[in-house]
Nanobody, 121 residues
């Protein structure tokens, strides 16, 4: 059994900063990609940022220069530092991990339950 638990969501004023975290636990042999997605009311879930086990990163154009993704492989944890927040960043933020639960297992995608980030104007 694998669990992803997000934390750090909050209400913040526009222009402020927030850091959300996601820790993976359980039966984990190896984690490939970890990423953050978000879903605003009435909109589709979209990729915000992703990071490979080697540290390569990918960002949505809307957050480039404002958000930074990082991970601690020893702790199976991924972070998203969000600066210069805008009201349009308001959404539920979900963590996703692509991982192998056991040796020689194929890769599986696991999702967290989400954490609410609200940016007030």
């Amino acid at each position: 059994q694998v669990q992803l638990v997000e934390s750090g969501g909050d209400l913040v004023q526009a222009g402020g900063s927030l850091r959300v975290s996601c820790a993976a636990s359980g039966s984990i042999f190896s984690i490939n990609v970890m990423g953050w997605y978000r879903q605003a009311p009435g909109k589709q879930r979209e990729l915000v940022a992703a990071i490979t086990s080697g540290g390569s990163t990918n960002y949505a154009d809307s957050v480039k220069g404002r958000f930074t993704i990082s991970r601690d492989n020893a702790k199976n944890t991924v972070y998203l530092q969000m600066n210069s927040l805008k009201p349009e960043d308001t959404a539920v933020y979900y963590c996703k991990a692509t991982l192998a639960p056991t040796y020689r297992s194929r890769w599986y995608d696991y999702w967290g339950q989400g954490t609410q980030v609200t940016v007030s104007s």
